[in-house]
T-cell receptor, first 115, second 115 residues
């Protein structure tokens, strides 16, 4: 079975600084996808960034980027120039390559952004 | 447009009531999902519909009954719930195509309280 581990239950960062959230996963599959979702207090799960396992290039979306280390099964999220609106619970998630597959989530990291 | 809508936003029901949660998407997605989320925990998959057929049931108690009337609509019928069923119920949808990243997009959720 696939597992996703987020070892940092809570993190904090100063506004405008950079923070990295950690995620590791375990799978025997070769075809899979990885995601970071954020869930602010409004509770809507919002896609932050996604990575296809077959792509060597790390995904980036504006201030958000990932460090995907396939051999190490690591998928960390870097948030640059942190903003107050980045404060949220961040979930790392794994999905097998088959469509309609479940998302396996980590336990989440609660990010606080200090002004 | 990546919008998934859910109604109602909040629902309070007694243990003998029958109620329904509704989820709608107009993105042409063919896979739809129900998740249950307890406070400060990741979402837990309940059901998956793929091309309007139930493809995954995570051994959910029969007091939860899903229905997919068409490719845009997903309902969750509730009957004889227990107080421990109080949670945030999230709906998600994805394209449902194998070989693609098949990202799941979430609705804002229904906060359910069972008295």
């Amino acid at each position: 079975a696939q597992t996703v581990t987020q070892s940092q239950p809570e993190m904090s960062v100063q506004e405008a600084e950079t923070v990295t959230l950690s995620c590791t996963y375990d799978t025997s599959e070769s075809d899979y996808y990885l995601f970071w979702y954020k869930q602010p207090p409004s509770r809507q799960m919002i896609l932050v960034i996604r990575q296809e396992a077959y792509k060597q290039q790390n995904a980036t979306e504006n201030r958000f980027s990932v460090n995907f280390q396939k051999a190490a099964k690591s998928f960390s999220l870097k948030i640059s120039d942190s903003q107050l609106g980045d404060a949220a619970m961040y979930f790392c998630a794994y999905r097998r390559g088959t469509s309609g597959s479940r998302l396996t989530f980590g336990e989440g990291t609660q990010l606080t952004v200090n002004p | 447009d990546t919008e998934v809508t859910q109604t109602p936003k909040h629902l309070v029901m007694g243990m003998t009531n029958k109620k329904s949660l509704k989820c709608e998407q107009h993105m042409g997605h063919r896979a739809m999902y129900w998740y249950k989320q307890k406070a400060k925990k990741p979402p837990e998959l309940m059901f998956v519909y793929s091309y309007e057929k139930l493809s995954i049931n995570e051994s959910v108690p029969s007091r939860f009954s899903p229905e997919c009337p068409n490719s845009s609509l997903l309902n969750l019928h509730l009957h004889a719930l227990q107080p421990e069923d109080s949670a945030l119920y999230l709906c998600a949808s994805s394209q449902g195509l194998t070989g693609y990243v098949d990202t799941q997009y979430f609705g804002p959720g229904t906060r359910l309280t069972v008295l």
